[in-house]
């Protein structure tokens, strides 16, 4: 089977410019959407896929990773996730004659459009030292070379493990027990290079780096500040909450350096009035804000706050919630008093009007959400700026009730999930105790090697073997070239992947390309149909089951794949015969006690605030270049909320309120 049209090379002779749209979706959304998938997959898969996707009983997009709603529509996708749906399930596979016809040497100038053009892995393909294109091997000669070159390593921290952020909880959670089994803590991720801050930067604040709202709380708030994040690009399904919120009576403030047209004007195409109406305007306010200028800015909108509880004490700050719940605030309030709207308008380019405007919203706002993307996260002072966005939440209370909160939104649609489930070269204490209660082995204490690390591991000479569990990660890190040749340092590396891409031609002395099952396809073990859990942006956990039958006999899932890793190579005292999803809910659920998979909808776990903390000291809001941390314990009262991991809310160590005066780094 295949799509009738030959592959194609990308290039930019048909590019052209045009105007900025001024609007998004609508009838064009369609009109792109429906015949892509057709092209790819054919009338029967399209029709299996696309009214599966993100349904209770379906499977959850590959995308993103935006949330479901509590009531799903027919048609649960946006074009994004249409588009990433018939990518992964064409029916076209690439045949073994594939890898005789085509040298490593040809597809390096190959682009990554063409490659993933030829379709889907189907066999296990194998490149022996000294030779330059791959051939097929049998699964168990696949596992046989990995655990020969494991075992011939001089110590586990010479391997290293990355993980996609579309890797299921189940097999991140096996996954991370595999290799911590090794000996050793080398899991990066793909986190590591985009809200790696936004974890760094909350859980110094309020004791966790994840969202601190649900999908519901986008109809309950009075304001919604969006920053640094492109919704209508990077999460189309996020503008239809947009919409749910504006028609609520909700403001909505974009900050970013170009205005979207999709936080100009929704066209929501599963309504008569954005299909042939004038759709829905989103953004009352747009602040097109210099690059980096967001801390600033949110330094300025704080000391408006402060400014106007002095102009009618009493009425403006949640004097109790500070009282009882923060630290810091009167040298926080002393910074901000000293700050200079000469240095703040200089570095974010807006003017005294733009700033007084947005911060009359926010007084006049009972109830208000902040979201940001990798447009704060990417900076140098990415960590400080987040925590702005902390401080400016705090000082009137809008964290821990309905409507109100902080709110990354997370890219790969189980980045978050693989985090929870151990997918961290520093996961805590507590989660390591739990692993070792649980599976009667001590795992390694050391942090291990982060993606970066990784990378200057493997250029160095360190790190001789690398294991991917999905992902492109020489294109992944911002510096290609030295990603490039770090990895052609190593001994062995390994993808296990659906389709080819960059990282499976710029390879090891040795390598291998492991064809694992899709998103969309079924996962059958001893007859029996199984599913997987991924987690959302808003820490919602959801089950995820395929429609489709397998591309190929013999293609394994991700889950099995890992099950065999540790049964041919190291012989760690861990049940690895299982390959059943089901079998692995209890071990994960007793290391994060309060996440639960194989739920069949959408999981709310009860959390009090007590479980968190907002470590402060006035003594560290003082300007300086990086926040000094104290260790200090607080007491709350937390509303429940959508969390599937609230037993990891830590008390961890550093000031709440982080003063650093606006620069342009």
């Known amino acids: ?16 410019v045009s105007p900025p749209e001024k609007s998004a979706a609508g009838l064009p959304s369609l009109t792109e959407t429906l015949p892509h998938a057709m092209a790819y997959m054919g009338p029967s898969r399209a029709w299996k896929t696309l009214r599966a996707v993100n349904q209770k009983d379906g499977f959850d997009c590959m995308s993103c990773a935006w949330p479901d709603p509590p009531e799903r529509k027919v048609a649960e996708f946006c074009e994004n996730g249409a588009k990433a749906i018939g990518w992964e399930a064409e029916p076209l596979r690439i045949p073994t004659r594939f890898w005789a016809e085509n040298t490593l040497a040809s597809l390096e100038h190959r682009s990554e459009y063409w490659l993933g053009q030829q379709g889907r892995l189907v066999e296990p393909v194998y490149k022996a ?115 749910e919120a504006k028609l609520a009576g909700a403001a909505i403030v974009a900050v970013n350096p170009l205005p979207e ?48 509880e002095s102009a009618a004490p ?70 400080p700026t987040i925590k702005e966005i902390i401080n400016l939440l705090l000082l009137r209370g809008n964290i821990g009730k309905p409507g109100a909160g902080p709110s990354p939104i997370r890219g790969h649609s189980n980045v978050q999930g693989d985090r929870t489930m151990g997918i961290w070269e520093k996961m805590p204490p507590r989660f390591l105790d739990a ?30 073997v690398l294991v991917a569990l999905g992902g492109n990660l020489v294109h992944a890190i911002s510096d290609t070239a030295v990603a490039e040749s770090a990895v052609r340092r190593t001994r062995l590396s390994v993808q296990i992947s659906t389709k080819l891409n960059r990282s499976h031609v710029v390879v090891g002395e040795q390598a291998l390309i492991l064809p694992a099952l899709g998103r969309t396809e079924i996962d059958r073990q001893d007859g029996v149909e199984q599913f997987v859990t991924v987690e959302d942006t808003v820490c919602a956990v959801h089950r995820s089951a395929g429609p489709l039958e397998p591309i190929a006999p013999g293609v394994l899932s991700e889950v099995a794949i890992v099950t065999a890793l540790p049964k041919l190579s190291w012989a760690a005292p861990c049940p690895w015969t299982g390959r059943a999803s089901a079998r692995i809910t209890t071990p994960s659920g007793t290391i994060s006690p309060t996440w ?58 550093g000031p709440m309120i982080s003063s650093i005066p606006p620069r342009i780094p």
Not at 269 to 279: C, E, M, S, V
Request: contains cysteine.
């Open 314 to 383: 009493g009425t403006i700050l949640d004097r109790e919630f500070i009282d009882q719940h923060c630290q810091g605030f009167v040298g926080f309030a002393a910074h901000l008093a000293t700050l200079n709207e000469h240095d703040v308008l200089e570095a974010t380019g807006l003017t005294n009007r733009d700033i007084d405007e947005l911060a009359e919203r926010y007084l006049r706002a009972d109830k208000v959400i902040i979201t940001w993307a990798m447009g704060l996260t990417q900076h140098k002072k990415a960590v």
């Open 435 to 464: 692993i070792q209660r649980e599976f009667g082995f001590d795992p390694p204490r050391n942090p291990g090697l982060d993606a970066v690390d990784s990378i200057r591991g493997m250029r160095d000479g360190r790190v001789k």
């Open 596 to 653: 639960c998979p194989g739920s069949r909808t959408s999981m709310s776990v009860s959390a009090k605030r007590t479980d968190l903390c907002c470590p402060t000291d006035p003594g560290t809001a003082g300007p300086s270049p990086q926040p000094r941390a104290r260790p200090c314990s607080l007491s709350m009262s937390w509303r429940p909320f959508t969390c599937p991991r609230a037993g990891f809310f830590c008390r961890p160590s």
């Open 1 to 16: 089977m295949g799509r009738k049209r030959d592959p194609v090379e990308d290039s930019d002779v048909d590019l052209s």
């Open 129 to 243: 030292a000294g030779s330059d294109s791959y051939e097929p091997v049998r699964w168990d000669q696949a596992f046989e070379i990995i655990a020969k070159e494991l075992h011939a390593l001089d110590a586990p921290d010479q391997a290293t493990f990355y993980t996609s952020g579309r890797t299921s909880n189940e097999a991140a959670f096996l996954y991370q027990l595999f290799v911590r089994a090794s000996g050793t803590n080398n899991l990066p991720d793909c986190s590591n290079m985009c809200h790696e801050s936004t974890g760094v930067a909350m859980g110094e604040t309020i004791g966790v780096g994840k969202s601190a709202i649900t999908y519901t709380d986008f109809a309950a708030a009075d304001l919604i500040i969006i920053m640094g994040q492109n919704p209508g690009t990077c999460h189309p399904r996020m503008l239809t909450a947009l919409e």
């Open 261 to 308: 047209a999709g936080l100009i004007n929704f066209r929501n195409p599963q309504k008569p009035r954005g299909l042939i109406g004038r759709g829905t305007d989103l953004a009352d306010q747009f602040l097109q804000i210099r690059l980096a200028g967001d801390m600033a800015l949110l330094q300025a909108l704080s000391k408006r706050v402060l400014d106007a």
